[in-house]
Every structure is written in structure tokens, then in C-alpha cells.
């Protein structure tokens, strides 16, 4: 299964589920405007409970602090991909805010010690990608 195979299993209006970039894009926000970042981990066998108790329990409010905004979490269900991969999106100000913060989150020392506890009998993720989205002009109000 490939990314557009993912993209299009997890549905237009739960991945677009922000109405304030809807507004911005009405608005021209151009450079400045909201982006949504589609995030693919494909994780090391056996780590996929290890990675979701840590989003589920740090990472997520790691995230919100450093500026980024959860808009989902998802595991697939069907096979080769289910228990091996975690996907999620996250909203950004702009793309130059999206590299501010991730800037920000790989400095944290909270997430420096978070991860090197939790990865401390191996790494969870063997490969990520990343693909930065902006909405259309017909996306729905979800």
C-alpha cells in the first residue's frame, strides 16, 4: 500500500477537519497561510504500542507547546501496514511556522528525554514521511 492508498483509505473531510484555514485561504493568506503536515511512520517490528503510549501520554502535548496542532492519529487496520505504522497530521500558522516548530520540538529537553527513555531498548520508527498540504477551496467545514 502506498501514500495515496493511505491518503485516500483515511477520507478528505477527517483529514481536513480545520475550518480557521478554510477562512485563511479565503482571506489570500498566501506565504503566511495554515498548512497541514500528513505524517508517515513506519515503525520497527514490534513498536507500535511502545510509540502510541508515548504520543498518547507526552508527545502530543510536546507538540501543542512547541506551536503544532494535533488534528488526528491513525493506525491502519489492513494488512501489510497494521500494527507497523502510525499516521497522523498536524497543523501549522505556515510553513515557515512548521519549521520554527519542529525546530523548537527536536531541542526540548523534555522530548530529548522522552524519547531517549522510551527508545532506550530501540528506536520505534525505521522510516518517516512527511508531505506538507494545503486546503483547497471546496474542502468542507468538518
Known sequence: MDRRDLMKAMGAAAMMSMAGARESMAQGAGADETVYELRIYHLNEGMQPGILARFRTKETEIFARCGMHGVGYWVPTDEPLAGRTIIYMLRHKSRVAATESWAKFGADP?????????????????????????????????
Do not use: C, I, N, Q
Open 110 to 142: 523534555e522530548w530529548v528525554a522522552l524519547k531517549a527513555e522510551s527508545e532506550k531498548d530501540g528506536a520505534f520508527v525505521k522510516l518517516h514521511e512527511s508531505t506538507f498540504m494545503k486546503l483547497t477551496d471546496f474542502s468542507p467545514k468538518v
